[in-house]
């Protein structure tokens, strides 16, 4: 079958027909319902194909829970009533996706902390991403069942996987492919119709893709690449290429006022491209001194990480909390990968014309990630190992699927007298080696799972709201263990900020009259303080310091770094009201005071010698006895 080309010739059945001056003859509108029915089991199997793509990446997903970017963008979003525009277009870690933080905002204030909602959010693109994918084949093959292998092979490789299946990334990777594949799809349809409405579908679909992330930029590059292989693979004349030009050209400059304006913002907003650092990999990752070069991130990208994929690999996967899991193929997984990429070159030159410019296309995709990591991720914590997390390359299987799908359209080359006898076999040789990558993909996939279900942040998180839910003293602020997030994430890895917008639990702040430790599991423990200082003994007997409504600054018995520390403070007030506290170098902290002798611990930022009392809010006098400032330990 010819391939999909502007060509003048009579448009393939799956296009858009001119537009008739007249109604349709009986005769037509019988063959186009025949048609129509006829290719109802094509579209009942593609239909399956990428509901059951959905159900296995929803399964995987269901296993993690929140991690890392996902609890940064749960917090921000708890915190505000509003998606307010300061919150939607905010730069997160080098990334403008109003897209993405309304759909945070949403999980947030619905169900705070509540996996299930995200998990629907991640089902929901992954089945758009997958109906844009199958879409964008079936026009490129025009209907033909064919179109099966590669969506099946696109959906079924863990190129895609961990970008699936975790939230914060799948905000990012399941839009953006949508949008890739149904621009492609639609900028095709246009250049063989010439009717607007696609170039419409086109502009709109690229802008919600920018919603969502900024690598959808690149969405007319492919478009453009992929109509130009299109064309290269027919005839290739220059009057189908002026054709070509002259259908698509209005949508061209809407892509390009779309793009120009996002860049605009983009730069405004952000102004570079990606993080600081990683903040992703594991300290086993953590690279001394400069980070890796070009040559190794291209060497980890290509061997590691893009070819064991494309072979249904990489089989095991590797993990240091509070890192993601890393492809970890082993030599016969990159070894598989060779050959299946050897196998459809192999075919696809053989056995088609004008192909190897598409393959060669498709096989530069990925110096885009690489070039994208090496200017805006690599720092000197950034290990080369980053490129293996594969969430780089989430949109690459939509590239190799309409490359894939080129090849198949593209004119069959005459065979050789024994080509024949290879001809017949190719079918039994093709499900074969569909039937291996399937195999080969679920055991990679059962093994992300595994590794993936290691969640910490969910060890720590859901044992901690449950015993909360049955306290009602105020929990002092504190960081949460290192397997959930790093101090670098400061102040996300704040437990204020892991439980903002949590019903249910007792606020989290300063003070409290029953201080506790949490372990790595949530459990809560009674806790004193460990005194590093203590306050010095007071000259009154039977009332230490009195501190009248000017404040006083009580000596501590040396002096204390700056750090976070808490107080215990004895305390005898004359009526209810409140007392302000802080260390010389802080910022002060109040905490409620009642009428008579009582004991509040206080968190404090800051060191000095001394520390400052005054009170407040009803209270005209204290006396404060001598106690300790220190740390919380178990009792």
């Known amino acids: 079958m010819p391939p999909a080309t502007p060509s003048r010739r009579s448009a393939p059945a799956d296009t858009d027909p001119p537009a008739s001056p007249g109604p349709s003859a009986p005769s037509t509108d019988r063959h186009a319902r025949r048609r129509t029915l006829d290719r109802r089991p094509l579209v009942a199997a ?44 905010a730069d997160h870690d080098g990334h403008l996706m109003p897209g ?29 991403a997958g109906a844009a994918l199958a879409r964008m084949l079936w026009v490129l093959s025009a209907g033909r069942a064919v179109l099966l292998v590669p969506l099946v092979a696109a959906l079924a490789i863990p190129l895609g996987l961990p970008s699936a299946t975790w939230w914060a990334a799948a905000l990012n990777a399941l839009p953006l492919a949508a949008a890739m594949a149904w621009t492609v799809a639609s900028m095709v349809r246009l250049a063989r119709s010439g009717r607007r409405r696609h ?62 304006v996002w860049a605009a913002v983009f ?34 990208t290509y061997r590691l990480a893009v070819v064991p994929t494309l072979g249904g690999g990489p089989w095991s996967w590797d993990r240091w909390h509070p890192g993601p899991p890393v492809a970890d193929p082993s030599t016969a997984a990159v070894l598989a990968g060779v050959l299946a990429v050897a196998a459809v070159l192999v075919w696809s030159l053989a056995a088609r014309r004008r192909t190897g410019a598409v393959w060669v296309a498709a096989a530069l995709y990925p110096l885009v990630p690489v070039i994208l990591v090496a200017v805006g991720r690599t720092g000197p914590d950034t290990a080369t190992e980053i ?101 670098v994430t400061t102040p996300a890895n704040r437990l204020s900020a892991l439980l903002a917008g949590v019903p249910g639990v007792p606020e989290v702040g ?102 400052t009392v005054a009170p407040g809010g009803g209270t005209s006098e204290l006396c404060v006895g001598s106690g300790p400032v220190g740390v919380l330990v178990p009792r």
Do not use: N
């Open 267 to 300: 730069l405004v907003v952000v102004g570079r491209l990606g993080g600081g650092s990683s903040g992703h990999l594991p300290a086993g990752y953590e690279a001394e001194g400069t980070g890796p070069g070009f040559l190794a991130l291209l060497d980890h």
């Open 100 to 128: 993405g933080m309304a759909l945070t905002w949403v999980a947030a204030h619905v169900a705070p902390l509540d996996f299930r909602v995200p998990l629907l959010q991640m089902a929901v693109l992954q089945l758009l």
């Open 387 to 487: 490129v293996q997390t594969l969430r780089y390359h989430a949109e690459l299987p939509v590239v190799l699927a309409a490359a894939a799908a080129l090849a198949i359209a593209a004119p069959r080359r005459e065979p050789a007298a024994w080509g024949h006898r290879v001809r017949a076999w190719l079918p039994a040789v093709g499900a074969a080696g569909l039937v291996a990558l399937l195999v080969s993909s679920a055991v990679s996939t059962v093994s992300y799972r595994r590794s993936w279900s290691e969640q910490p942040s969910r060890d720590y998180t859901e044992p901690l709201v449950t015993a909360l839910r049955e306290r009602t003293e105020p929990l002092l602020d504190k960081d949460v263990p290192l397997e959930v997030l790093l101090p």
């Open 46 to 89: 593609c239909a399956l194909v990428v509901i059951a793509a959905t159900v296995v990446r929803t399964w995987v997903a269901a296993a993690g829970w929140f991690y890392w970017d996902d609890l940064l963008l749960h917090g921000k979003a708890a915190a505000r009533p509003l998606p307010d525009p300061a919150f939607l277009f």
């Open 199 to 260: 170039a419409v579908g086109a502009a709109v679909a690229t802008a919600l893709g920018l919603l969502f992330v900024e690598k959808a930029l690149l969405i007319p590059v492919v478009a453009a690449a992929v109509l130009l292989g299109s064309w290269w693979t027919g005839p290739a004349d220059r009057a189908d290429l002026r054709l070509l030009w002259q259908r698509t050209r209005w949508a061209w400059s809407a892509l390009a006022a779309i793009v120009a």
């Open 510 to 611: 300063a003070w409290t009259h029953d201080p506790v430790t949490i372990d790595a599991r949530g459990t809560l423990h009674p806790a004193d303080v460990v005194p590093g200082r203590t306050i010095v003994q007071g000259p009154e007997p039977g009332c230490g310091h009195r501190v009248g409504p000017g404040g006083a600054r009580l000596a501590l018995d040396g002096p204390l770094l700056g750090r976070d520390w808490v107080v215990r403070l004895h305390l005898l007030a004359d009526s209810d009201g409140h007392v302000a506290v802080r260390l010389d170098d802080g910022d002060e902290v109040t905490a409620p005071v009642e009428a008579g002798f009582g004991t509040v611990f206080v968190r404090l930022e800051g060191g000095g010698t001394g520390l």
